[in-house]
Every structure is written in C-alpha cells, then in structure tokens.
C-alpha cells in the first residue's frame, strides 16, 4: 500500500502503565485528563488487550509485531524469554526500512527480563534503560515514584538528542511505570493533586480509586507540559498513547459498582493518536474504532500516511474482518495469514529451545 504523504513524520508511541478510560466503568474525568484520554483533535478509542493485573510485556509484543500474545498460550508469559530472535516482521523493522532510526526506551533497568537481548532481536538499534539515563537523572530518586514527570522528561531528551544534526525521521517507543500498583500508597507530591484526588473520591469512595486517578491527571498534566515542548520543535510528529492493562483496583471497582458481568469490561484500555506540526488531514480525528492491541501499530502507521509492506497491508484488511477482536476472532483468513507468516520464516519456530 504507498504512502499518502511525501514526508514521513517522527512516531512517539507511550505505553502507559496500567492506565485504563474510568469511563469504562461509569466513572467521570475531568477536562485536562479527558483530553488526554480523548484529544479533541486525535484519534481515540477503547483498546482490547490479552492481559489483566501484570504481564506488560505482552502489550507491548502484540503491538509491536502485530501478533496476539494469546496466540501462544501458556509460553505468552515467557516470548521475551524465548522469542528473541524468531520474529522477523515488526513494527520498527518495518519502519527502519523507510528510514527510521528506532530508539527504545524504558522505565526499568536494563537487566530486566530479557528486554535488552528482545528488543534488539526485533529491531531497535537504540536502547535506553532507566539506570542508563545520564545526570541529573538519579535512578534511585526515580525508583521511589516512578515519576512519569521524571521518566518522560529524561525519554523526550534522548529523542532530542537523537535528532539532533540528523534529519531522518525517528521511532520512539517508551514505556512507563507511574501507575504501577498497588494503589495502597500516595506517590504525588503532598499537597499537589488533592483536587483531582477529591474529584474521584466524589465519584467513587474507594482510596485506591483515588491514588490511581491522582496518579493518572498528574500523567496528563505532565503530557500537556512536554507536548508544547515538542511542537516547539517544529518537527512533524504522530503520537500515540495506550494503556498496556487494567490494574486489579479495578475489581474493587466494578464490586463497589455492582456492574452488571462483563467477561471483557477488564480487558479494555484506552488509545490516543494526536499529531504535531502536520499538515491539515492527516489524521483522522474524533472516536475512533474499538481496536485489538494487535492492530494498534498497523492504525499508527495508517494514520502517519506511510507506505505498508505486504504484511502490514495484509494485517490492515484484516480490520474489518476481525472487528475489535484477534486472537478472539475466528477468521480463517486470520489463520491462513499466520501460516504464511512462517511460511516466509516472518515467524521462526524452527529454533532451537521451546516456543
């Protein structure tokens, strides 16, 4: 499929640590986190994932190669353990192929999981870890909060950096910790965010509710700071926001709620696509499709008007086919695209040691 557009714009795409809509749950926001859950001139919608509570890594699998993590069963816990090297279609792949230089960045250490040898094996070039980030980053200072006003600042640095005399277009992709449970204890400030704190407290008594929904407008008022940094740039950029899972204070939410059962209530999570210094047109805006995370890379590459291999053309008209479900969706044609995959060797499962 060609590209829609001559200029290729920067790619900034921001796992958010457990940060799900409320709104899924009845629950209201307020204006500055509803316009970063919704921005008024993006694209956005509900994000289906595989995982509830924990597991991470496997968010960040299916968007990054497209794949359902619960393709694999009981290995999907370990594909960062065991995939190394067997996935050769990914979303940087497929944009270092355009030109793009793919830098990784992450909130953990870089002796966490297999992240470093993973992340490597599929295609980014670059990675930073929380304990490489130079002065006057402190790691140790960082890990008492996991500050996303600490981590996103030190990340959109080392993109800065990156760009600086090299005018190809960049892949950023970061992952957050802020809103990591439990939400038993205060990790803003004292004294800031008690507002919002309230706000939520009014909306739900429930103190974890609360902590979470300090946590997450502290996160928006952060991204309202750092954006207007980055339009200053001048540089044409596409960003995407998601929400990798639900944290297990949900529970108590939809107990305290008497919601009415919904098996798949706690699998949804939110995405957020905005531009910057782009033409008019580009993106689509407004409420956008309920997407499966499997989809969310081929969405962004659509919306940034680049050109899609034969791969990702395929996994695109497959998005009406499967609806807001993947690994869910019955299709056939699903099936017959996964075969092909390791047909092309796109999906090595010849390697030695378990899948």
């Not at 204006?31 to 956005?44: Q, V, W």
């Not at 991204?223 to 980055?230: E, F, P, V, Y």
């Not at 949804?268 to 890379?297: K, P």
Request: hydrophobic share 40%.
């Amino acid at each position: 499929m060609p590209a829609r557009t001559p200029d290729y714009p920067d790619i900034i795409v921001i796992q958010h640590e457990s940060i799900f809509d409320p709104r899924v749950y009845g629950l209201p926001v307020e204006p500055i986190t509803d316009a970063f859950l919704s921005p008024k001139n993006g694209l956005h919608g509900s994000l289906n994932v595989d995982i509830f509570g924990g597991g991470s890594w496997q968010s960040e699998f299916s968007l990054l190669t497209g794949l359902s993590s619960a393709s694999f069963g009981s290995n999907a816990y370990f594909l960062f353990e065991r995939g190394a090297g067997r996935f050769h279609s990914s979303l940087p792949q497929s944009l270092m192929a355009l030109g793009y230089k793919a830098t990784f960045v992450s909130s953990c250490r870089r002796d966490f999981l297999n992240y470093d040898a993973f992340y490597g094996s599929i295609g980014f070039g670059e990675r930073v870890f929380a304990d490489d980030f130079p002065p006057p980053f402190d790691v140790n200072r960082f890990e008492a909060t996991n500050s996303d006003a600490l981590f996103l600042e030190a990340a959109l640095r080392v993109h800065a950096k990156s760009i600086a005399g090299d005018a190809a277009p960049r892949f950023l992709y970061a992952l957050t910790n802020f809103n990591h449970g439990p939400h038993t204890r205060r990790l803003a400030a004292p004294g800031q965010f008690e507002g919002q704190r309230a706000f939520a407290a009014a909306s739900l008594a429930d103190a974890q509710y609360a902590e979470y929904y300090a946590r997450l407008a502290e996160t928006a008022a952060t991204w309202n700071r750092l954006r207007s940094g980055l339009s200053a740039s001048g540089r044409p950029t596409l960003i995407v926001h998601y929400g990798d899972h639900q944290p297990v204070m949900t529970r108590r939410i939809e107990a305290k709620l008497k919601l009415p059962v919904d098996a798949r209530r706690q699998f949804r999570t939110f995405y957020a696509m905005e531009t910057l210094n782009c033409r008019t047109g580009r993106l689509v805006s407004g409420r956008g499709a309920d997407l499966d995370i499997a989809f969310l890379g081929t969405v962004a590459l659509q919306q940034a008007g680049l050109p899609l291999d034969e791969i990702f053309a395929t996994r695109a008209s497959l998005l009406e086919h499967c609806g807001e479900a993947y690994f869910a969706s019955p299709s056939e044609r699903k099936r017959r695209f996964h075969r092909t995959l390791v047909e092309l060797g796109a999906i090595d499962v010849t390697a030695t040691g378990r899948f």
